[in-house]
């Protein structure tokens, strides 16, 4: 049974850090694309990062790129994402998602996969 399980997430005050975690259970992990997405209240799911199963690497160019950075480890089938510099509109459910030989990392639906979310609120 494939599993995602995110965590990480927490309470911060704007412009501190918070690193997420996401371990998959998925027995090709090296073949996926995997991304973040978030979803704040009242909002649409929206992407933040996807590292493709190819190595490169995209973000979301609004409202993260110089901030967030997206990392996997293969050996541990785990994906990452580093926070820095955390806003108050940064606060949202974060969702881990794991994409099959994922071509387009930004489009929510082509995810095959996803976690349950990591909550992250930026207090002001």
């Known amino acids: 049974q494939v599993q995602l399980v995110e965590s990480g997430g927490g309470l911060v005050q704007a412009g501190d850090s918070l690193t997420l975690s996401c371990a998959a259970s998925?027995?090709?992990?090296?073949?996926?694309?995997m991304g973040w997405f978030r979803q704040a209240p009242g909002k649409e799911r929206e992407f933040v990062a996807a590292?493709?199963?190819?190595?490169?690497?995209?973000y979301s160019e609004d409202s993260v790129k110089g901030r967030f950075t997206i990392s996997r480890d293969n050996a541990k089938n785990t994906v990452y994402l580093q926070m820095n510099s955390l806003k108050p509109e940064d606060t949202a459910l974060y969702y881990c998602?794991?994409?099959?030989?994922?071509?387009?990392?930004?489009?929510?639906?082509?995810?095959?996969?996803w976690g349950q979310g990591t909550q992250v609120t930026v207090s002001s």
């Open positions: 998925l027995p090709t992990f090296s073949r996926y694309t």
């Open positions: 590292l493709r199963f190819s190595g490169g690497v995209t």
């Open positions: 998602a794991a994409a099959y030989l994922g071509s387009r990392p930004y489009s929510r639906y082509d995810y095959h996969y």
